[in-house]
């Protein structure tokens, strides 16, 4: 990523961002906030119970949100925050066209049995 100036685009997820996931560990379901001055992604958490786990198996989970927190960071990485921990897995954050709210669906349960919804 990177500013509208920029020669060329910069990699902003292989670096560590303060207040961020460490380089390391994997970010997915980016998107863009509505006001383009934000990108919002899912970024895995620096430990949780199940990584002693084969990275094959976790790959799947880790897509589907679970182990993952939900950040917002500037184009070129400047900045970035938390936005929320969802407690199961979760899919991308979707936002009101003015970008007043996000809303994203979360996993009821725990892996490996957790479900993105139930009916009442």
Same mark, same amino acid.
């Given at each position: 990523?990177?500013? /509208?100036?920029?020669?060329?685009?910069? %990699?902003?997820?292989?670096?560590?961002?303060? /207040? $961020?996931?460490?380089?390391?560990?994997?970010?997915?379901?980016?998107?863009?906030?509505?006001?383009?001055?934000?990108?919002?992604?899912? $970024?895995?958490?620096?430990? *949780?119970?199940?990584?002693?786990?084969?990275?094959?198996? %976790?790959q799947?989970?880790?897509?589907?949100?679970?182990?993952?927190?939900? *950040?917002?960071?500037?184009?070129?990485?400047?900045? %970035?925050?938390?936005?929320?921990?969802?407690?199961? $897995?979760?899919?991308?954050?979707?936002?009101?066209?003015?970008?007043?709210?996000?809303?994203w669906?979360?996993?009821?349960?725990?892996?490996?049995?957790?479900?993105? $919804?139930?009916?009442?």
């Open positions: 990523m990177g500013t /509208g100036g920029d020669a060329e685009p910069q %990699c902003i997820t292989r670096k560590n961002l303060t /207040g $961020g996931p460490a380089a390391n560990r994997n970010k997915m379901q980016v998107n863009w906030h509505p006001s383009g001055k934000w990108i919002i992604f899912a $970024g895995e958490r620096s430990h *949780y119970p199940e990584m002693w786990l084969p990275k094959r198996l %976790c799947g989970w880790l897509e589907c949100g679970i182990w993952m927190d939900i *950040y917002a960071v500037t184009p070129d990485g400047s900045r %970035c925050c938390k936005l929320a921990t969802p407690k199961g $897995g979760f899919t991308g954050v979707a936002f009101t066209a003015d970008g007043q709210r996000g809303v669906a979360e996993a009821i349960g725990m892996v490996p049995k957790a479900v993105f $919804g139930r009916v009442g």
